[in-house]
């Protein structure tokens, strides 16, 4: 079946320090793939995505995600945390082209420690 | 970027009544619309999917008689909880699409709080 796996469920980092958030996809052909943040109690806001070309995204609030083929992953990185980088973060991927379907991973709580 | 925005932000209603969440794409045309259910500390479950002008297509397990769903314009879709019961309490995200070639980028709104009493 068609999955993104998220295999961190809760990670703590301290601030100023970098941060490597997982996601690993499970598709036939090569999906597109999207990293959303949401901060509690509200929606999802679009951090980055990669749809083909240039394997190393480049995102909004400093983040950015490669794209590795033979890992079958989108890990999302940060060099230096900040305290608001403190939200839920979720992996999302769509194949069947024309089919707008996201799958979303389970999610990955990040918290910011002094 | 896109912009969506949801109304009420959250809402408490009675057991048994009806409850509407609007949602609309505010800087661009969502030609087609989602909605999503969340659970506490969970990840978002897609209830259903609508084009507008047409039915919306329901995901499995999902009745489509008590969320009813209408996408009667480019820029706004709206969830109608029938009848609501404490187990519908949950928060309701919607997202749209801007259209084109390809639709994959989904901007979502803000969510809505349900709370069933």
């Known amino acids: 079946a068609q999955s993104v796996t998220q295999p961190d469920i809760h990670i703590t980092v301290s601030e100023g320090a970098s941060l490597e958030l997982r996601c690993n996809y499970s598709?036939?052909?090569?999906?597109?793939l999207f990293w959303y943040v949401q901060s509690p109690g509200q929606g999802l806001q679009l951090l980055l995505k990669y749809f083909s070309g240039d394997t190393l995204v480049q995102g909004i609030k400093g983040f950015e995600a490669e794209f590795k083929r033979s890992q079958s992953s989108f890990n999302l990185r940060k060099p230096s945390v900040h305290w608001s980088d403190a939200a839920e973060y979720f992996c999302?991927?769509?194949?069947?082209?024309?089919?707008?379907?996201?799958?979303f991973g389970t999610g990955t709580r990040l918290t910011i420690i002094p | 970027g896109a912009v969506v925005s949801q109304h009420p932000s959250r809402v408490i209603c009675k057991s048994g009544t009806s409850v509407k969440i609007e949602c609309r794409s505010l800087d661009f045309q969502a030609t087609t619309m989602f909605w999503y259910r969340q659970f506490p500390k969970q990840s978002l479950m897609l209830m259903a999917t609508?084009?507008?002008?047409?039915?919306?297509?329901?995901e499995q397990g999902v009745e489509k008689d008590k969320f009813l769903i209408n996408h009667a314009s480019l820029t706004l879709s709206t969830l109608t909880v029938t009848s609501a019961h404490p187990e519908d309490s949950s928060f309701y995200i919607c997202s749209g699409t801007s259209g084109g070639g390809h639709q994959e980028t989904q901007y979502f709104g803000p969510g809505t709080r349900l709370l069933v009493l």
């Open positions: 609508s084009n507008e002008g047409s039915k919306a297509t329901y």
């Open positions: 598709y036939g052909a090569t999906p597109y």
């Open positions: 999302a991927g769509i194949t069947n082209f024309g089919n707008e379907k996201l799958t």
